[in-house]
């Protein structure tokens, strides 16, 4: 491990706490995403512009807006980022306006209106998402049981992109059918084969080589997750170095990370652990045109795992309730 991702990763750490502290009523799940975000930036996390531009969101959106939802202190960490956050809000419910004309609302979809504020032009706003539209259909046709909210993000990234249409499913259900039985989840592999999909190499030199990083983890220790946390290992196979090395990287991320409270098996977990040390170290090799691939896979991976978590309280509530009810 470089010393630079050494440095990368203990800034991290301290964004984690910083965010900890200052935003204790948010999910903890929150923490460190957020601590990534800044981290990628190699800029130390500011709780008081991420106050402010918690107060920007909730003031221009309404009262059940999904900006106030699961992602809200991501959706104000990334605004803080920014000179004029109140400018580039502004933006954001434009192109969020135009996301709705076409997409259901979900937890994934401010995400994908950051995105496209950040990468397009005002005036081709709808032509993003009419192009992301046409995307997700086609998604959809392919699989209509499996894609679903998280997927349009997806969609998003590939109507930004110079990708044709058909090119991205074609790339994408390449990559699925290689994939399909090597991991439980139907739902996890059709999103790393989407993240797989924004790749330029052959599908099956791309999951030949993300084959090759679980299985060289695993040897090492580092079983990865196999739920939402696959789309940011697709991500980071992209990156073009060397499996070796980014084996060896991942690895030693994580044992620093094991080292560090609230990392342990008490703290983020480790599938969530080898995550974030993936994320940091697909941050440290910084292939070009990649970042915003890697970040929306990172967000839309987390909230994903919040939201089933959420379910999961839910249906031992009722559960529960409907035991209670029997008894008595």
Known sequence: MTESLLK?????????????????????????LCASLCAERDIEADPEKIRACKEIIKENTGLLS?????????????????????????????????????????????????MIADMADSFNYEGIVDKAKRIYKKMKEKHPFLTSSEDAGFAVLFALSDI??????????????????RFFSSDSVQALSHALAMGADTSEEKVARTLEIYEKLKEKGCKYGTGPELATLGMLSLSGSDIDTIVEDVAALDQHLTTVKGFGTFGTGKAQRLMYASFLTANGYKKSGLSSAIKASLVNS????????????????????????TSS
């Not at 939802?69 to 991501?74: D, E, H, K, M, N």
């Not at 044709?164 to 039985?181: M, N, Q, T, V």
Request: glycine fraction near 2%; proline fraction near 3%; include cysteine.
């Open 66 to 114: 999904e900006f106030k939802g699961t992602v809200l202190l991501a959706l104000a960490t990334i605004l803080s980022f920014e000179t004029d956050p109140e400018g580039k809000f502004h933006q954001v419910t434009e192109s969020y306006a135009a996301l709705r004309k076409e997409f259901h609302s979900s937890p994934y979809l401010p995400l994908s209106a950051f």
């Open 8 to 32: 990368n990763c203990e800034l991290f750490v301290t964004n984690r706490d910083i965010l900890k502290v200052n935003f204790k009523w948010d999910s903890s799940q929150m923490h460190p």
């Open 302 to 325: 987390v909230t994903s795992l919040i939201i089933a978590e959420q379910v999961a309280v839910i249906a031992i509530i009722a559960a529960t309730s409907a035991s209670s009810s």
């Open 164 to 181: 044709e249409e058909d090119e991205a499913i074609r790339r994408a259900e390449e990559c699925y059918s290689l994939l399909k039985g």
